[in-house]
């Protein structure tokens, strides 16, 4: 059997046709997670299902470090959608079903979406959930207040259906959590 070389991957700012943005929140989670770059993405989506994002579930490296709670559910959501990661639609699926709470602080997540030049991504994840239901946060807010950078090539980012399923999905469960609180 012969080993061949496999291609490396192309990073999501290559598929956009985006420049790398050097970026301070991966240096975050590269200092609260101890994980090598390479291993960060999963490091992020491991937090994400830990957090919630369970559509996700699967068996991780056991030698991936635990979540780090000083990392907040807006940064976990921005640093699954950073242009720097190795082109995935399962991380930014996560981060859309993560970022999907009731308790996500949408100032702070369009902050970070502009300091970490992700706003395609999550503008992206913001008109899906527009088709759903076009006042749920923090999605609203991100559609009002975000002014991408410019159009993303839609073929590298989730399929609108994949993201609206997410959103139907969760939708129940978040009515039923809904109600127990009221009553």
Request: include cysteine; charge should be neutral; aromatic fraction near 4%.
């Amino acid at each position: 059997m012969e080993l061949r070389e496999q291609p490396a991957r192309p990073t999501l700012a290559q598929k956009l046709g985006d420049v790398t943005h050097i970026s301070p929140l991966l240096r975050k989670v590269g200092e609260l997670s101890g994980c090598a770059e390479e291993q960060t993405g999963d490091w992020l989506l491991r937090c994400a299902v830990e957090r919630g994002a369970s559509h996700y579930r699967r068996s991780f490296d056991q030698e991936l470090p635990p979540d780090n709670p000083r990392l907040t559910n807006e940064e976990l959501g921005v640093a699954l959608c950073l242009p720097r990661h190795r082109s995935s639609p399962m991380l930014i699926r996560a981060a859309a079903q993560l970022l999907s709470s009731p308790n996500t602080d949408a100032k702070a997540l369009a902050s970070l979406a502009v300091s970490e030049c992700c706003e395609p991504v999550l503008l992206h994840i913001a008109q899906a959930a527009g088709r759903v239901d076009s006042h749920r946060e923090p999605w609203a807010y991100l559609r009002a207040q975000l002014v991408s950078r410019g159009e993303a090539p839609t073929d590298e980012l989730p399929h609108v259906p994949e993201i609206r399923e997410l959103f139907l999905a969760a939708q129940p469960k978040v009515l039923k959590l809904a109600s127990r609180i009221s009553s």
